[in-house]
């Protein structure tokens, strides 16, 4: 389409030039006939002219419009709409304050909230609900502890979270326990965990796999899942039989 108003203007042009030349002649020569040609041919060159600089501008006009500034305004709009629906601050933090409603049924926070007010009646809602803000996310477990991770859920760190008085609101006085964790199972007293590290040689991933005791906050390590759950389970442990990742255990709320 631009090809063609090119081609346009550049013909106006040479009309426009040659309307010129021919005035200029039939004047010079005194040659009426020629000069009255060179005038309209100047005038149909020159408006031939106007109205194809008239559709070259329309055109890119509109495709400007059409290609920048409708999605522009699309984007400015879309994000209008989502105002009433969002604030700044929940636009950056993971408030899932349905878990506390009557109607929520998920197995996984009923039991969390059961084992947790045992321990403390009086558990800040926040720590059910708040799992996190951007760049960083946390999944809890059993009062007062909760997995933190940092850009990425692939690994997290076991954190003690009594002396925090709001995690969403108030942070401040978690206790980092164990780190790199990246599976995890519980019940009330024990935390099972496989334990990721990277080995440098072979650039590979070495697991070894940790019972952590919570009224001691005593822990030790295993080298096979296998030699976990057996001794999980000769310490009493009552949850289920298998580890699950971060990225699943998130997505289970």
Known sequence: MFLLFFLAILFSGL?????IIMSISGLAADKPKMRNAG??????????????IYFAVTGVVNK???????PFGDMIDSVKAHEGDYSEGSLLNDNRAYLLHDTCSNQWIKYIKEESSKKNPAVPNSFYTYFGSQGFS????????????????DQGTLVDESKVTDIETAPGGEENMIFNVSAVNYDANLVLMRISSLQQETNRELYTYTLYEVKG???KDYKSEAELFAAAKKAGYKGEKILISLWDYDGMF
């Open 15 to 19: 009309i426009l030039i040659a309307g």
């Open 217 to 219: 906050k005593t822990s």
């Open 138 to 153: 946390r999944m809890p477990l059993i009062y007062p502890y909760a997995i933190h991770c940092w850009d990425s859920k």
């Open 64 to 70: 400007v419009k059409e290609t920048v500034v409708e």
């Open 39 to 52: 005038f309209i041919t100047f005038g149909g060159g020159f408006l031939t002219l106007i109205v194809s």
